[in-house]
């Protein structure tokens, strides 16, 4: 249950021109299943490649997505090695849970604004429905929902770099969160990942935000759908994210791969 959470966390946490790195660093954090916690992070991106980095404790968590290679690398500091996912034919294999042009709901403005520092956001609120069949299996339909306020500040330092990432991996169809988890709970992945496409399409980069996943059954279900719904219902999560700091300097290349020397394990 904790990978889960800490999966969701990290998705909160999307030919290269003479683009300006972007590096934001944020703290994240998370509520649900029992598990809560606050963590620190940061994101760098440089053209279609980005990298997280969470702390947790006395390791860090690391996620890099290279969109050109269609390889996501996930690994930890305190071990060696590192899964790679290939994730043109993972995205095949999520297609079969997920209907996109079932997606509902969006993001819309609610005039509202506020100071953040020296910078202005604007308030949107957010609630995107994406329903999913794990495994295929009907009984086990399911509805996911993100609900919650956002601030973005439009004009923000690192903005267009930051946005044309996400619209290219909206492109391709990625997903933002670790596979293994994907893989139990597609409609969280593509609901996470139609989040950061809508994020791209307004522009400007989200400084905070207070997002509930709540999850619910899809129609009647198959027999044992009371149980069912009782489960997903322990599933609700809350997240929160807030930007502590963005900057633009250059990024060196082998910040995008795993460390040489690391054993690398393909996943499928």
């Known amino acids: ?13 999307i030919a290269v ?3 300006a790195d972007v590096t934001i660093k944020m703290t994240t954090g998370g509520k649900g299943m029992g598990i809560a916690q606050t963590m620190t992070g940061t994101t760098y991106i ?18 890099i997505f290279d969109l050109d290679a269609q390889k996501m690398f996930i690994f930890e500091s305190q071990k060696k090695e590192a899964d790679v996912w290939e994730m043109g034919a993972f995205m095949q ?9 079932k997606i509902t709901g969006g ?3 609610n005039g509202q604004t506020k100071a953040i520092g020296s910078l202005t956001a604007h308030g949107y609120d957010m609630e995107i429905s994406v329903p999913a069949t794990p495994g ?3 009984d086990m339909a399911m509805t996911v929902t993100l609900v919650g306020p956002v601030w973005i500040v439009k004009g923000a330092p690192g903005a267009e770099e930051y946005n044309r990432f996400y619209r290219n991996a909206s492109e391709k169809g990625w997903i933002f969160s670790d596979p293994r988890v994907a893989k139990s709970q597609p409609g969280q992945a593509k609901a996470i990942a139609e989040m950061y496409k809508q994020f791209a399409a307004i522009g400007g980069i989200v400084y905070e935000s207070d997002t509930q ?3 619910s059954m899809a129609g009647s279900g198959g027999p044992g759908a009371g149980v069912m719904a ?7 999560m809350s997240m929160q994210t807030k930007v502590d700091d963005i900057q633009t300097t250059a990024l060196a290349d082998d910040l995008f791969a795993p460390p040489a020397g690391y054993k690398l394990n393909t996943k499928k």
């Not at 490649?49 to 996620?63: E, N, W």
């Not at 294999?93 to 042009?101: H, I, S």
């Not at 009782?230 to 609700?236: P, R, T, V």
């Open 17 to 19: 021109p003479a683009w």
């Open 136 to 138: 295929g299996n009907k």
């Open 46 to 63: 440089k053209g279609n490649k980005m990298r997280t980095d969470l702390v947790m404790g006395d390791k860090v968590q690391t996620t």
């Open 230 to 236: 009782g489960m997903l219902a322990k599933m609700n």
């Open 213 to 215: 996943i709540k999850m």
């Open 1 to 13: 249950m904790k990978q889960v959470v800490l999966a969701v966390v990290a998705s909160l946490a």
């Open 107 to 109: 993001i819309k403005p």
């Open 93 to 101: 294999e999520m297609g079969t849970a997920v209907d996109l042009t």
